[in-house]
């Protein structure tokens, strides 16, 4: 059964938090700021603004939204972060449970996780493991061998392999992110066009034409990096079936090695557990 997530489990994955979400929350506290900068300038400077204008509570308010919006992202991102790691918590600990000898465990994760590929290719590993043929359980074969240079490369040919992930891993932190922009944008526009008309002689054409260029190529770097985020995230389960599935077609030689950025030494060292602990076993099986 897969297993409820709890704060506990949260600290499970805490290592991984701010690898997957640090430069997203980033850029997007940066863009929190900025609009409530502009807000509070707007606020400020425009003119007919009356003597008795409350400054110091507009103030502590905009304070007072950016701190719940900053806190509000840290939150989501912790969250989506701890989803995706968990993955990566729970492989580890059931490799780890057959390297220990539980030959009799199966590799599942939640349904929303969508990795049915990654469990058939475990359940074929460890059919093969007990000594047990069921075809019917394998993943198609995927390309074996690499180098160092091949794992560390992105190419797209391997973001092809990942593209079911995509939307589901990048949709929330894009979605966010291009909303912000919209909404600095148009901020900015604001913020603008009341500096132009209070008589700062600031060049109001020019100056839109040049936001609005630099918003799209923000928008389009913006939804780039979400997709390149996904392609990165979604490759470790790629990584997982093939190895998987490589060790049930009979190599007992693989490795299982990821990026040095993904962090997964634990997964890595579990595996080698496991396979150390079945050539060990292997002249009693047969």
Known sequence: ?????????????????WAYIGSWVVVDSILVVLIEAMVLSILLTRPGLP????????????????????????????????????????????????ADGNLGLTLRYRASDDLEEVENAFDAMMS????????????????SGESEEDRERRSWRNMELTSKYHYKYMSVWVLVTVGLLIATYFTGLLFLYVQHYSGSGLPLEPLTWAGTVVAVFCCALAIWRGF???????????????????????????ELRF????????????????MASQKATAPSQK
Not at 1 to 16: A, D, F, H, I, P
Not at 57 to 79: D, F, K, M, N, R
Not at 259 to 274: H, M, P, T
Request: charged share 20%; with cysteine; proline share 4%.
């Open 228 to 254: 390149l985020t996904a392609h990165r995230l979604a490759g470790v389960h790629v990584k997982l079936a093939q190895t998987f599935q490589r060790v049930a077609d009979g190599d007992k030689n693989v």
């Open 128 to 143: 093969t493991f007990r000594g047990q043929t069921d075809p019917a359980s394998k993943t198609p074969a995927f390309p």
């Open 259 to 274: 990026r040095s950025y993904d962090r997964l030494e634990n997964v890595e060292e579990a595996f080698k557990a496991l």
């Open 51 to 98: 003597p008795n204008f409350p400054v110091g509570s507009v103030v502590v308010a905009t304070i007072a939204i950016a701190i719940l919006v900053l806190v509000c992202l840290i939150a989501l991102g912790t969250l989506w972060a701890h989803r995706i790691a968990g993955v990566h918590v729970r492989t580890a600990r059931v490799l780890q449970e057959v």
């Open 1 to 17: 059964m897969s297993e409820k997530r709890t704060l506990k489990n949260v600290g499970l994955t805490r290592k991984y938090h």
